[in-house]
């Protein structure tokens, strides 16, 4: 795989699973814009990329502000002079009983996670669909199909990330644009470290519906993000691959056939 003289544009790219598919599409030569909410954390990311030789510039920007996507993208174009990629990354996950679920924390996390998906793609698409090809990948959960209690937003938003790629998938198909998603499992970033900090993630309890046994490492995730990206899925629209060491394929774990 080869990126040279290709662009991207990942949302949340300063850390996670953004930061390592950041990484990752620099060094298979592509230039990024690494837009992110955390404006020192995507300066100090990006002047690590430059130090290594790899090209990318950082962007400070809410994807929740659709009134400034028009103007991001016109920044990324007018620097790299095309958007060929773009990953919807940027999420975030808020654990509250549904009883207690505020509106505002309601619109908050859907915005996030799911308007701004659609918006971003939108900005996306219509240049891709200007220049003739391109390719977008969103970041959804195992938690789309997985559902678990007290993430009522969180796992409707995700299961909204799935239906909003395939739809979109169809829809730019023709153009040569294509859709796809990933749904990784677990992973430890800071937002499961966080979980795991709150008491709601247990690891032992995780591990007992991994069939894998493990957690996954972020370039786990990434490797097949860059994959949809590139012309090697060509004939992939619309899909939600997972990658989740087997739990969405799990029916009741058994720790007995997992470990021997
Ligand atoms: N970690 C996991 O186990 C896991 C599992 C399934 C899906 N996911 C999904 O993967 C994606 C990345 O998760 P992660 O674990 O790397 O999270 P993370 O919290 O470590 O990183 C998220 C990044 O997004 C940025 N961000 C948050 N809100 C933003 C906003 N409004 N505008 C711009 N940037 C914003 C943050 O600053 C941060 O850099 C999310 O969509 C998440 O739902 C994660």
Not at 5 to 14: C, D, E, H, K, P
Not at 100 to 108: H, M, P, Q
Not at 202 to 216: C, H, M, W
């Amino acid at each position: 795989m080869n990126f040279e003289g290709s662009n991207a544009v990942v949302t949340g790219g300063a850390r996670g699973i953004g930061r390592t598919i950041s990484e990752k599409l620099t060094d298979l030569g592509a230039s990024v814009a690494v837009v992110d909410i955390n404006k020192d954390l995507a300066e100090s990311f990006v002047q690590e990329l430059e130090d290594k030789g790899k090209k990318a510039v950082a962007i400070a920007a809410d994807v929740t502000d659709t009134e400034s996507i028009g103007s991001v993208m016109d920044q990324v174009e007018s620097v790299f002079r095309s958007v060929d990629m773009m990953v919807n990354n940027a999420g975030v996950q808020i654990r509250c009983p549904s009883t207690e679920f505020s509106e505002k924390d309601w619109d908050r996390l859907m915005d996030i996670n799911l308007k701004a998906v659609f918006f971003w793609s939108q900005a996306a698409a219509k240049i891709m669909i200007r220049q003739g090809s391109g390719s977008i990948v969103n970041i959804s959960s195992g938690n789309s199909v997985k559902m678990m209690p007290g993430r009522a937003p969180y796992c409707i938003s995700k299961a909204g990330v799935n239906a909003l790629t395939a739809v979109l998938g169809i829809e730019w198909a023709s153009k040569g644009v294509r859709v796809n998603a990933v749904a990784p499992g677990w992973i430890m970033t800071d937002m499961v470290k966080e979980g795991m900090r709150l008491g709601v993630v247990n690891e032992e309890q995780v591990l007992s519906i991994t069939p894998i046994g493990r957690l996954a490492e972020p370039m786990e995730i990434a490797e097949i993000v860059v994959f949809l990206l590139s012309s090697e899925s060509r004939y992939m629209i619309g899909q939600t691959v997972f990658v989740d060491g087997g739990w969405s394929a799990v029916g009741l774990p058994d720790m007995k056939y997992f470990r021997s």
